[in-house]
């Protein structure tokens, strides 16, 4: 079974600062795919980064940037210069494909409800 | 990605009634499903809308509960039915528009409460 840890129920900080958000991953399958996702106030879920267990190599998008540690089993996410817009609930969530080759079921953290105040 | 509409956004419901969500592509799809998503809980999977045959659902939830409907590749639905105070939850539409691997795209969910 999987299953998708995110020890951080709520972070508060103050805009400009860089924030992390923790995410840890247990499965016993060699592929898989783990993501972030965002919902913001609104409500809907906005897909930010898809990564495969075969490739490592961290990512920067922006102010946003992934670190990706099969070692310690960690996909965590940090916001650089952190917004006000950068307030919602950031889910981490991790899919196994299976053996027609999708990885539809994903399962979801508890999600982080990070505040950025002004 | 794909636009997906839902309907309604949010109703307040009496106890023992149902309410039918739609769910609404702007192209056709590979794969449909609906995830719940419990106050201040995480989002679990329902259950996966097949197109022309039953869904399939994951433990815990059953047809005559959440019965589903796919009739094409754009469009389905999802009924709560004899609604409880326990189902007070949002109801989220998904889509995966690719082959594979291609990520989820979730439409903007159902707030449901029930009264």
């Known amino acids: 079974a999987q299953k998708v840890t995110q020890a951080q129920t709520e972070i508060s900080v103050v805009e400009k600062e860089d924030v992390t958000l923790d995410c840890v991953y247990e499965t016993r399958d060699t592929t898989y795919y783990l993501f972030w996702y965002k919902q913001p106030p609104s409500g809907e879920l906005v897909f930010l980064i898809r990564r495969n267990s075969f490739d490592e190599q961290n990512e920067i998008s922006g102010r946003y940037s992934w670190n990706f540690q099969k070692s310690t089993s960690s996909f965590n996410f940090t916001i650089t210069a952190s917004q006000v817009v950068d307030s919602a609930v950031y889910f981490c969530a991790l899919s196994v494909t299976n053996s027609g080759g999708s990885n539809y079921k994903l399962t979801f953290g508890k999600g982080t409800l990070l505040t950025v105040n002004p | 990605s794909a636009v997906i509409s839902q309907k309604p956004s949010r109703d307040i419901c009496q106890r023992g009634t149902s309410l039918t969500i739609q769910c609404q592509v702007d192209s056709q799809v590979t794969m449909m499903f609906w995830y719940r998503q419990q106050p201040g809980q995480s989002l679990t999977l329902i259950a996966t809308a097949n197109q022309g045959s039953e869904a399939t659902y994951e433990s815990g939830f059953v047809i005559d509960k959440f019965p589903i409907s796919r009739p094409n590749l754009t469009f389905s639905t999802l009924t709560v039915s004899n609604m409880s105070p326990e189902d007070s939850s949002i109801y989220l539409c998904?889509?995966?528009?690719?082959?594979?691997?291609?990520?989820?795209?979730f439409g903007n969910g159902t707030r449901l409460t029930v009264t």
């Open positions: 998904s889509v995966q528009t690719g082959q594979g691997n291609s990520p989820l795209h």
